[in-house]
């Protein structure tokens, strides 16, 4: 009997057995999807393995309804990747799966279901023609026992089996459709989100074929070391371009692509979201012209679905895109590139928590394929990886532009220098002056402030209360949106936690001493906005964060910006990553302490980055660049390299910290995330998986350290406690012994509670 093993999109582990039948024999490839039978109804499965196997009378297979796809939508190279994948980050391999797949096309069905008449209940569906679609997605959240019924709960089963649903096709299923996905959105256990149907917009305008200018000596030799390696000349597989900001990564990473495409491979090219813009996008495009597929968040299933077609075919050979894009079935890979490669945006922190960076070293290695990691903070793990000779260190040291120079850095001390003009604290003297001699001279500038909305904190001015989210242990964040001009009054605003978007008017007294004297605290975007309005009249102040963002007028924001119609552009990390703006000359940097204060190992890292990433948008062209950091701690060592731009400094220094407290890279780690409603549960039950931890065999041989159980740092959130655990082993082996042995355990626990693996975590929290 001929066995087909099938993943389908559910979160098990597993693949499941369905006997072929007969007609349908000749029809199936390994990568294909399959129509079968699963608890009852109807779902699409991927192939993943083919063989012949004695029957067994106890268990008799299902049988599969129908083949989808006469051809591999996954590709060998793929589909082996994935179970790789899945395998070592402890994930379903129907949910790995699920990522690389676009959702089955409708018509498609359709048309099988002429053909082939086994397609009985997958109904057809209309067309929909509006320009943007509500999406319902699962979070990670689990409900409260007995909180659902009926079509909410049906809906929830399905978005957590199959994957975000467009709202409005089930409205064809579920007459309550809309209320019962308002309903789950409000629990917390689902999003609704609004997303943009085909043409999406980084593909609108047609670009202009460039002219690829010629080459720095520091380029030119990246280039050839780069491009020997996918003509196999060399046996350098691994790259890591080390090269300052505005030293000209891209023009490499172009070069290389069109080597590969020389000799007849595709390539992939991955870039953190908020760089995926129309200017970065254009670039590629201007170089490939249609070679080119770009993947990303916004796209419609049906763009998706046609893109992932033109792959696979070989027509497009070219794909870029954010984390996801990692798994596009880009043709016979020859070389996958990651720019910004420390960007903490390449881990995904819900589903499968894969790292994208990491696994593109995974993929490119299994493909043959030559790999290069760029940036001009490199993260200790992949210096770490050119110090041991793993990847070859390739460094651009000077902007490629031989009028621009690297920015001059002044460190502004905030327990010496009190408020400027303003009388805000965060916008000190020296800094004001650098706004006004910026402005003066009509050239540009960005202001960093890592916090969005008005004040991140309402405090009670008669006991202190904070007021906080009642779901998670954070405090809520004011929003003045579109309300008066008055920054002190509380009116017209809004409430809202960052962490779970629960929203609400403005609290009008204390919720624990009932007094009315409310004080907002601290400073966010939204106010620093407003305040440098009304410091600089004249000047035109824009901000873009993810308020902004959200409702899609970033792109117009940032060509306005390019054409210089705005002066100071205020905003959160969105600011930071990837501009190229020539009239920018000054960069400012509020508060470099809120990165620094958070409680993570790499906090240090991370802020050091983004300073020198911020202070990489200055004086990328002729115009020399200042920047000025605001920060309560002028010693700090990340503060005081990145003022030096000594980012090779800072990794030796910051490698010798890691090593002495026995951290990445240096060693492994993984996470044991636990929650539940009820903290006792929570936290019962992440001790019983430490214990698990401890007893099993590398740990009692003194192999991997069991850390807690502890609370997390936000140790509630969406009204769920959370614990963790941490393991942490010099050498992976050791450590994959240890989670093999309580992954078993993790579908027995408290039914009350939830559990998973985070393998080489990121976030801390
Ligand atoms: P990075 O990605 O390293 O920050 P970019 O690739 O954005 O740097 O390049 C910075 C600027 O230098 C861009 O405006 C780019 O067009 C320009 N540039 C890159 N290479 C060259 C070159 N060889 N000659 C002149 N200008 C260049
Ligand atoms: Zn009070
Ligand atoms: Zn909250």
Redesign the pocket.
């Known amino acids: 009997m001929l066995v087909a093993d099938v993943a389908v999109p559910v979160p098990l582990a597993r693949a499941f057995s369905y006997e072929v039948p007969q007609h349908l024999a000749p029809l199936l490839v390994p990568g294909a999807r399959v129509l079968c039978d699963f608890r009852k109804r109807q779902t699409i499965g991927v192939v993943v393995g083919l063989g012949e196997r004695e029957p067994s009378p106890d268990l008799p297979l299902k049988p599969l309804r129908a083949v989808v796809d006469a051809r591999p939508v996954v590709p060998k190279e793929l589909l082996d990747f994935l179970l790789e994948v899945a395998g070592y980050y402890y994930a379903p391999i129907g949910e790995v799966l699920r990522m690389a797949l676009p959702a089955l096309e409708r018509g498609e069905v359709e048309r099988l279901e002429d053909v082939q008449g086994e397609l009985g209940t997958l109904k057809r569906t209309k067309q929909i023609g509006e320009a943007r679609e509500l999406v319902i997605s699962a979070t990670d959240s689990v409900e409260e026992p007995g909180t659902l019924r009926g079509q909410a709960r049906e809906i929830l089963a399905l978005v957590r089996g199959t994957g975000p649903q467009v709202l409005s096709r089930l409205e064809d299923r579920f007459k309550n459709a809309r209320s019962a996905a308002k309903k789950l959105a409000s629990l917390g256990l689902a999003k609704l989100e609004q997303r943009a149907r085909a043409h999406a917009p980084l593909f609108a305008e047609l670009a202009e074929r460039d002219t690829p ?4 000596t520091a ?1 030119a030799e990246a280039t050839a070391r780069v491009t020997a390696s996918i003509r196999g000349e060399s046996t350098e597989r691994g790259f890591l371009l080390f ?9 490499v990473y172009l070069r290389a692509i069109a080597a590969c495409l020389e000799v007849g491979k595709g390539a992939l090219v991955m870039v953190p979201e908020i760089a995926l813009t129309p200017q970065l996008v254009g ?1 590629f495009r201007a170089r490939f012209g249609d070679d080119l597929a770009v993947v990303h968040s916004g796209l419609s299933d049906k763009a998706r679905h046609a893109m992932h077609k033109k792959l696979l075919a070989g027509e497009v050979k070219v794909a870029i895109g954010a984390r996801s894009a990692l798994f596009a079935p880009v043709p016979s890979l020859g070389l996958v590139i990651v ?1 910004e490669e420390h960007d903490g945006s390449f881990k995904q922190e819900e589903g499968v928590r894969y790292h994208a960076r990491d696994m593109a070293i995974l993929r490119a290695h299994r493909a043959g394929a030559t790999i290069v990691l ?1 940036s ?1 903070t490199p993260s200790l793990e992949s210096f770490e990886l050119s110090r041991k000779g793993k990847l070859t260190l390739l460094r ?1 040291p000077d ?4 009028e ?1 120079s690297l920015p001059v850095v002044e460190v502004i001390d905030l327990k010496r220098f009190g408020a400027g003009p303003t009388g805000d604290p965060l916008l000190s003297l020296p800094l004001h002056r650098a706004l006004e001699a910026t402005l003066a001279k009509k050239e540009q500038a960005i202001l960093f402030l890592n916090r969005r909305g008005h004040s991140p904190t309402i405090v009670c001015m008669m006991c202190g209360t904070v007021h906080t989210c009642k779901a998670c242990s954070v405090s809520l964040t004011f929003h003045r949106g579109r309300g008066g001009f008055d920054s002190e009054s509380l009116e017209g605003g809004r409430v809202r936690c960052h962490y779970c978007g629960y929203e609400d008017h403005v609290p009008d007294r204390c919720e624990k001493c009932g007094s009315r004297e409310l004080l907002l605290e601290g400073l966010g975007t939204e106010k620093l906005e407003q305040t440098l309005a009304e410091a600089f009249p004249a000047a035109t102040i824009a901000r873009l964060d993810r308020d902004v963002a959200e409702g899609g007028k970033s792109e117009k924001l940032l060509s306005r910006m390019r054409a210089g119609e705005i002066d100071i552009l205020v905003g959160t990390q969105m600011v930071t990553k ?1 501009h ?1 703006y ?1 009239n920018v000359t000054m960069v400012g940097v509020v508060n470099a302490d809120a990165a620094l204060s958070m409680p993570d190992f790499r906090s240090g890292e991370r802020s050091f980055s983004l300073l020198v990433q911020v202070a ?1 948008r200055a004086g ?2 002729e115009r020399p660049g200042r920047v000025i950091i605001q920060t309560r701690n002028p010693e700090h060592p990340a503060i005081v390299l990145a003022a030096r731009h000594d980012v090779e400094g800072f990794l030796r220094s910051e490698l010798k910290d890691r090593a002495e407290v026995h951290y990445p890279p240096f060693a492994k780690l993984a996470l044991l995330r636990i929650e539940a409603i009820d903290a006792r549960v929570a936290q019962r039950t992440a001790g019983d998986l430490a214990r698990a931890c401890m007893a099993s065999a590398p740990a009692r041989a003194g192999k991997v350290d069991v850390l807690g159980p502890s609370p997390a740092p936000l140790a509630r959130l969406r009204a769920r406690y959370r614990f963790r655990v941490l393991l942490r082993a010099t050498d992976r082996g050791p450590l994959r012994a240890c989670l093999a042995a309580v992954e078993p355990l993790l579908s027995g626990i408290d039914r009350r509670a939830r559990a998973l693996i985070d393998v080489d975590p990121v976030s801390m929290m």
């Open positions: 200018p010629e080459l720095t380029q090269g300052v900001t505005g030293s000209g990564k891209t023009e670039r720019d760029g001009a651009l902007r490629a532009k031989s621009a990837g190229d020539p990489g990328r062209h």
